[in-house]
C-alpha cells in the first residue's frame, strides 16, 4: 500500500463514505434521486405515524428523519440500508418513558429524546468493544416470535385510534376486551375514514408497489377532511406542525433517570441491531456488499445520539424502507442524502400541506406497516420442520400478548440463553460406522447400512470439550461402550468436530483413558485439528496413548486396528 493510500484508508474505516464516494459514478445519479424521492414520500407520513407509537408529538417524526438518514449515509457500511423511525423498538420506547412520565407530556417527548441519546451511547460503547456478535444471542425463532407479538401489541394499540376509541393501557388481551366493550361507542366518520385509508394502504400495496401509498393515503385522507366538513366531524387530527428546524437539547444526565431508562435501551439496541444488521445483510446478498457489524453499531451509535439532540426520538435500520430503496433502483447512500436534502426541505416549507391529517389514516398507515412486517408463512414452516422452536415462538409471542412487550423480550433473550446452553452442554455425540463402498463415516443411528468392526468403537463427540459439555460426552461415551454388541478393545475418537478443549475437560479425558486402559480398552485419536493437538500434548494426553495413535484419517485408524497396512 502506498504511503497516500494509508490516511485514505484509515479515514475510510473511520467513515466508510470516503472509500466509495470517489469512485462514484454519474450514471448512477438519476436512479438514486429517483430513489431518494421515493423514500421522502414514504418516510415523511411514515415518520408522522409512528411517533404516534412511540407516544410523541407528530412533529418529532419528522425530526427523526434527517440526523440518521446523514449519519448512516456517512459512517455505515451498507450500499442502501435506509435507517429511521421503526415500529417495533418505538413500542418499546415508549413502554420504557411511559414508566416516567404521563404520555402526551413535555416531560414524555424530552425523556423519549434522551432516551435516544442513550440508545446511542450503548449502541457506541458495544462498536468500540467491538460486540457485533451481540444479536446472535437471540435465535431467528424468538426473535420472529417477539416481532409476531409485537406485531398484534401493535394492531390492537392503532384500532383504538382507527376506530376513535379512548382506551387505557394494559396488556393485548385487556386493550382487546376495551375495544369489543367499547364498539356501541365507536366514532362512525373515524371508523369510516379509518378503515378505508387501511384498505387503500393494502390494495396500492398489492396493485401498485413501488407507489408511496402512506403519502398517496395521507394526502388522500387530509383532502376529504378538509373539502368535506361532515365527513370529518367528531375526527381527531394531528396537532398542528411547526415550520422550522428542531432546536439543539441537550439530554437530560441525572444517572438515577439513565439506570431506569437503561433496561428499555439496552433492549432496542439488541432487537434494533438484529434488526438492522438482518435488513443490512438482505440488501447486501443482492448487490455484493460488505457488511462490518462493529462499524454498523457505530454508525446506529451516532444516528440516534444526533437524532435525540436534535429533537427527534430513536432510529434503526429497517428492511421495508430499505426495500423501497432498492425497488426505487437505489445504487448507493447517495439516494439517503437526497431523502435526508428532501425531509429537511419539509421541515422548512412544507410542514403546512400535512395540518388536519387525520389520525385514524396515521393508525392505518402504521397497521399496514405491521401487517406487511408479519410472517406467518415463517411460523407455518417451523411446524414441519423444527415443531419445538416453533413452540418457543409461541411462547414468547404468548407472553408478549400476556405479560407486556419488555417482559416479551426479556422472556425470548432468556430462551435464546436456555437454548444455547443446552445446546453447548449436549453435544449430540455419535457412534459412527462406515459407508459400503466409501470413506465415509457417519452416525450407525442415522446409517444403519454403515459397517462397524467388533472390538472398535469409533467415537464422535459433537463438539467442543470444555467443562460444561464434559460430562456429557463421558456419559456418552460409557453407554456406547457398554452397549457395545462385542466387548470393545479400542476407542477411537473422531476429533473433526472439536474445536477445543480447555482444561476441565483435559482432566475428565485423561481420567476416562486411565479408566479405559484399566479395562484393557485402548484409545486413539483421528481427525484432531492442530491447535487441539498442540494442547493435548501440554497436557499429557499424547503421552498417556502414544503419539502413534494420532491419525490424520479415521480410515488410517481403521486400518491400523485391523492390522493392515496404509494402501
Not at 468493544?129 to 394499540?157: D, H, Q, Y
Not at 362512525?188 to 408497489?209: D, F, Q
Not at 438482505?282 to 462490518?292: F, L
Request: hydrophobic residues 55%; charged residues 10%; aromatic residues 8%.
Amino acid at each position: 500500500m502506498s504511503l497516500e493510500a494509508q490516511p485514505a484508508s484509515r479515514w475510510a474505516r473511520f467513515a466508510p463514505i470516503v472509500g466509495w464516494l470517489p469512485d462514484y459514478q454519474r450514471a448512477w445519479l438519476p436512479t438514486d434521486l429517483l430513489a431518494g424521492l421515493a423514500l421522502w414520500a414514504v418516510m415523511v407520513p411514515e415518520g408522522m405515524a409512528y411517533a404516534g407509537i412511540v407516544g410523541v408529538p407528530a412533529i418529532m417524526g419528522l425530526y427523526t428523519l434527517v440526523p440518521p438518514l446523514i449519519a448512516y449515509a456517512l459512517f455505515g457500511t451498507s450500499r442502501v440500508l435506509v435507517v429511521g423511525p421503526d415500529t417495533a423498538t418505538g413500542v418499546i420506547s415508549a413502554l420504557t418513558v411511559g414508566a416516567l412520565a404521563a404520555k402526551g407530556s413535555a416531560d414524555f417527548a424530552a425523556l423519549t429524546s434522551t432516551l435516544a441519546v442513550l440508545i446511542g451511547g450503548v449502541f457506541l460503547l458495544f462498536g468500540a468493544l467491538r460486540l457485533g456478535w451481540v444479536s446472535a444471542f437471540i435465535s431467528t425463532p424468538v426473535m420472529r416470535g417477539f416481532i409476531e407479538g409485537l406485531i398484534g401489541v401493535t394492531i390492537v394499540g392503532q384500532v383504538t385510534h382507527l376506530l376513535g376509541l379512548h382506551v387505557d393501557g394494559g396488556n393485548f388481551f385487556v386493550k382487546l376486551a376495551a375495544i369489543a366493550q367499547g364498539l356501541p361507542d365507536v366514532s362512525i366518520p373515524s371508523t369510516v375514514i379509518g378503515l378505508a385509508s387501511l384498505a387503500a394502504m393494502l390494495a396500492l400495496r398489492r396493485v401498485a408497489p413501488r407507489a408511496p401509498a402512506a403519502l398517496v393515503v395521507a394526502a388522500a385522507a387530509t383532502a376529504v377532511v378538509r373539502l368535506v366538513p361532515s365527513a370529518g366531524a367528531g375526527v381527531d387530527e394531528v396537532e398542528k406542525l411547526p415550520s422550522g428546524l428542531p432546536h439543539f437539547a441537550l439530554p437530560a444526565l441525572d444517572p438515577q433517570l439513565l439506570m431506569t431508562l437503561a433496561p428499555g435501551a439496552l433492549a432496542i439496541v439488541l432487537v434494533g441491531y438484529a434488526e438492522a444488521l438482518g435488513a443490512a445483510q438482505a440488501a447486501a446478498s443482492g448487490g455484493g456488499d460488505s457488511i462490518e457489524p462493529n462499524q454498523e453499531l457505530r454508525a446506529h451509535g451516532v444516528a440516534n445520539v444526533l437524532s435525540g439532540l436534535f429533537g427527534g426520538f430513536l432510529a434503526v435500520g429497517s428492511l421495508s424502507k430499505t426495500s423501497v430503496a432498492i425497488g426505487a433502483g437505489a445504487r448507493t447512500q447517495v439516494a439517503n442524502l437526497v431523502a435526508a436534502a428532501l425531509c429537511f426541505l419539509t421541515l422548512l416549507f412544507l410542514t403546512p400541506l400535512f395540518q388536519g391529517l387525520p389520525r385514524p389514516a396515521l393508525a392505518a398507515i402504521v397497521i399496514a406497516a405491521m401487517l406487511h412486517l408479519s410472517k406467518p408463512e415463517y411460523l407455518r414452516g417451523l411446524a414441519g420442520r423444527a415443531p419445538f422452536e416453533l413452540f418457543i415462538a409461541a411462547v414468547v409471542i404468548a407472553g408478549e400478548l400476556a405479560l407486556g412487550v419488555l417482559q416479551g423480550i426479556a422472556l425470548g433473550v432468556v430462551i435464546s440463553l436456555l437454548m444455547l446452553i443446552y445446546r453447548t452442554t449436549h453435544l449430540g455425540s455419535a457412534v459412527l460406522g462406515k459407508l459400503p463402498g466409501e470413506q465415509a463415516y457417519r452416525d450407525v443411528l442415522l446409517h444403519p447400512e454403515a459397517e462397524t468392526f467388533p472390538g472398535l468403537l469409533i467415537f464422535n463427540p459433537g463438539g467442543a470439550l470444555f467443562f460444561a459439555s464434559v460430562g456429557d460426552f463421558g456419559r456418552d461415551l460409557r453407554r456406547a461402550v457398554a452397549g457395545s454388541a462385542s466387548p470393545i478393545r479400542q476407542v477411537l475418537i473422531d476429533g473433526s468436530s472439536v474445536a477445543f478443549v480447555d482444561a476441565s475437560a483435559v482432566d475428565v479425558l485423561l481420567s476416562l483413558i486411565q479408566e479405559l486402559q484399566d479395562r484393557g480398552v485402548s484409545v486413539a485419536f483421528a481427525r484432531v485439528r492442530d491447535p487441539v493437538r498442540a494442547g493435548l500434548a501440554k497436557a499429557g494426553v499424547v503421552d498417556a496413548v502414544g503419539a502413534a495413535a494420532f491419525y490424520d484419517r479415521l480410515t488410517d485408524g481403521v486400518r491400523a486396528f485391523l492390522g493392515r497396512a496404509p494402501g
